[in-house]
Protein backbone atom coordinates (compact mmCIF):
# COMPACT_ATOMS: atom_id res chain seq x y z
CA UNK A 1 0.00 0.00 0.00
CA UNK A 2 1.19 3.61 -1.03
CA UNK A 3 2.59 6.06 1.77
CA UNK A 4 0.70 8.85 2.88
CA UNK A 5 2.39 12.05 2.44
CA UNK A 6 3.24 14.10 5.65
CA UNK A 7 0.96 16.53 6.71
CA UNK A 8 3.54 19.40 5.62
CA UNK A 9 3.69 17.88 2.33
CA UNK A 10 0.40 17.77 2.10
CA UNK A 11 0.07 21.75 2.33
CA UNK A 12 2.83 22.75 0.81
CA UNK A 13 1.70 20.76 -2.64
CA UNK A 14 -2.24 21.84 -1.89
CA UNK A 15 -1.18 25.11 -1.86
CA UNK A 16 0.73 25.19 -4.79
CA UNK A 17 -2.00 23.78 -6.60
CA UNK A 18 -4.54 26.86 -5.21
CA UNK A 19 -2.13 29.24 -6.53
CA UNK A 20 -2.05 27.57 -10.30
CA UNK A 21 -2.84 23.87 -10.91
CA UNK A 22 -0.40 24.42 -13.93
CA UNK A 23 3.05 22.75 -12.69
CA UNK A 24 6.07 24.14 -14.29
CA UNK A 25 9.30 22.66 -13.94
CA UNK A 26 11.04 25.47 -12.09
CA UNK A 27 7.46 25.18 -9.37
CA UNK A 28 8.07 21.39 -9.47
CA UNK A 29 11.93 21.55 -8.85
CA UNK A 30 10.73 24.15 -5.51
CA UNK A 31 8.66 21.47 -4.08
CA UNK A 32 10.85 18.48 -4.17
CA UNK A 33 12.82 20.86 -2.11
CA UNK A 34 10.32 21.64 0.32
CA UNK A 35 8.91 18.39 0.55
CA UNK A 36 11.51 16.13 0.27
CA UNK A 37 9.16 14.43 -2.30
CA UNK A 38 10.76 13.07 -5.80
CA UNK A 39 10.06 14.47 -8.85
CA UNK A 40 7.46 12.12 -9.77
CA UNK A 41 5.69 11.81 -6.76
CA UNK A 42 4.90 15.62 -6.79
CA UNK A 43 3.83 14.99 -10.58
CA UNK A 44 1.72 11.71 -9.86
CA UNK A 45 -0.08 14.44 -6.63
CA UNK A 46 -0.68 16.97 -9.42
CA UNK A 47 -2.40 15.30 -11.84
CA UNK A 48 -4.55 12.87 -9.35
CA UNK A 49 -5.59 16.28 -8.06
CA UNK A 50 -6.17 17.58 -11.66
CA UNK A 51 -8.19 14.50 -11.99
CA UNK A 52 -10.34 14.63 -8.86
CA UNK A 53 -11.30 18.37 -9.32
CA UNK A 54 -12.59 17.68 -13.12
CA UNK A 55 -14.69 14.57 -11.68
CA UNK A 56 -16.27 16.93 -9.66
CA UNK A 57 -16.69 19.80 -12.13
CA UNK A 58 -18.08 16.87 -13.73
CA UNK A 59 -20.57 15.54 -11.30
CA UNK A 60 -21.48 18.93 -10.80
CA UNK A 61 -22.74 19.88 -14.51
CA UNK A 62 -24.35 16.25 -14.98
CA UNK A 63 -26.35 17.19 -11.45
CA UNK A 64 -26.89 20.56 -12.93
CA UNK A 65 -28.44 18.90 -16.21
CA UNK A 66 -30.02 16.09 -14.16
CA UNK A 67 -31.92 19.14 -11.93
CA UNK A 68 -32.45 20.94 -15.62
CA UNK A 69 -33.99 17.78 -17.49
CA UNK A 70 -36.23 17.18 -14.50
CA UNK A 71 -37.46 21.03 -14.33
CA UNK A 72 -38.32 20.20 -18.29
CA UNK A 73 -40.17 16.89 -18.02
CA UNK A 74 -42.03 18.64 -14.93
CA UNK A 75 -42.93 21.65 -17.34
CA UNK A 76 -43.53 19.21 -19.59
CA UNK A 77 -45.90 16.97 -18.02
CA UNK A 78 -47.68 20.30 -16.77
CA UNK A 79 -48.18 20.85 -20.26
CA UNK A 80 -49.59 17.62 -21.42
CA UNK A 81 -52.01 17.68 -18.32
CA UNK A 82 -53.44 20.78 -19.17
CA UNK A 83 -53.84 19.86 -23.24
CA UNK A 84 -55.94 16.65 -22.10
CA UNK A 85 -58.14 18.77 -20.12
CA UNK A 86 -58.51 21.04 -23.18
CA UNK A 87 -58.47 18.24 -24.92
CA UNK A 88 -61.41 16.88 -23.23
CA UNK A 89 -63.19 20.30 -23.00
CA UNK A 90 -63.12 20.43 -26.67
CA UNK A 91 -64.81 17.17 -27.05
CA UNK A 92 -67.74 17.30 -24.12
CA UNK A 93 -68.14 20.98 -26.26
CA UNK A 94 -68.02 19.00 -29.81
CA UNK A 95 -70.54 16.68 -28.51
CA UNK A 96 -73.48 19.36 -26.88
CA UNK A 97 -73.02 21.10 -30.34
CA UNK A 98 -73.74 17.80 -32.28
CA UNK A 99 -76.19 17.41 -29.86
CA UNK A 100 -78.06 20.73 -30.90
CA UNK A 101 -77.10 20.78 -34.35
CA UNK A 102 -79.06 17.30 -34.84
CA UNK A 103 -82.22 19.21 -32.53
CA UNK A 104 -82.12 21.99 -34.89
CA UNK A 105 -82.29 19.75 -37.82
CA UNK A 106 -84.93 18.27 -36.61
CA UNK A 107 -86.89 21.52 -35.82
CA UNK A 108 -86.19 22.38 -39.31
CA UNK A 109 -87.24 18.93 -40.54
CA UNK A 110 -90.92 19.68 -38.99
CA UNK A 111 -90.61 23.67 -39.82
CA UNK A 112 -90.21 22.29 -43.30
CA UNK A 113 -92.89 19.69 -43.20
CA UNK A 114 -95.30 22.19 -41.95
CA UNK A 115 -94.72 24.86 -44.36
CA UNK A 116 -95.27 21.70 -47.11
CA UNK A 117 -98.73 20.50 -45.40
CA UNK A 118 -99.83 24.50 -45.45
CA UNK A 119 -98.83 24.49 -48.92
CA UNK A 120 -101.07 21.27 -49.53
CA UNK A 121 -103.68 22.58 -46.85
CA UNK A 122 -103.63 25.95 -49.21
CA UNK A 123 -103.73 23.87 -52.70
CA UNK A 124 -106.46 21.57 -51.05
CA UNK A 125 -108.61 25.04 -50.21
CA UNK A 126 -108.15 26.46 -53.56
CA UNK A 127 -109.55 24.20 -55.40
CA UNK A 128 -113.19 24.07 -55.29
Same mark, same amino acid.
Given at each position: ???????????????? !????????? /???? /?????????? +?????? !????? $? %??????????????? $? +?????????? /?? +? $???? %????????? /??????????????????????? !?????? !??????
Amino acid at each position: MAKRFEKHQNDALELA !FEESVHLTK /EKKI /ELVRATGLDM +EQVTSW !FNRKK $A %RKRARESIGDLERTN $A +ELHQALKESQ /EK +E $ARLQ %RELQESRVR /EAELEAKNQQLKQRLTIIEGDVQ !FDSVLK !FLKGRP
